[in-house]
């Protein structure tokens, strides 16, 4: 069985991330994809960023914020994580599920949180597919 990836890259857009995690998980119930959409999420730390310096300054003005008003607090706190956040999908429909298949690609990254994340699919025979396909077996 030949596999497609869709790779979306959110930046440090946390929420984002998580409502795209949320739209696949409902995907795989409604339509009983289970082995069929697989996905992980990968953190990588950002280039350039100290990586101990800010945490600790963070948490105290989280603190602080959160005596004043939570929610702004805890917005800032997404915001400003140092990790960048992609979404590997991994699509794998039987030969003869071609349809299904063409269907799901087009739909995944046209719709709402997947749209603004720069999506890319690599399919079999591409250059990076091999790549790829390494990266999605070796995140957990």
Do not use: C
Not at 19 to 29: F, G, M, N, P, V
């Amino acid at each position: 069985m030949a596999h497609v990836y869709l790779l979306f890259a959110f930046a440090k857009d946390e929420e984002k991330a998580q409502q795209a995690r949320h739209k696949l998980e409902s995907w795989k119930q409604a339509f009983r994809l289970d082995k069929k959409l697989l996905y992980k999420i990968e953190r990588v730390a950002a280039p350039g960023g100290d990586g101990d310096a800010k945490p600790a300054p963070a948490k105290a003005e989280k603190a602080k914020g959160k005596k004043k008003g939570g929610a702004s607090a805890e917005a800032e706190e997404k915001g400003a994580s140092n990790e960048e956040i992609r979404l590997l999908v991994r699509l794998g429909f039987s030969g003869h599920e071609k349809l299904s298949e063409e269907r799901w690609v087009q739909r995944i990254p046209s719709e709402e949180p997947f749209r603004d994340a720069s999506p890319v699919v690599v399919k079999p025979g591409e250059a990076n597919f091999e790549a790829t396909e390494k990266q999605f077996e070796e995140l957990d």
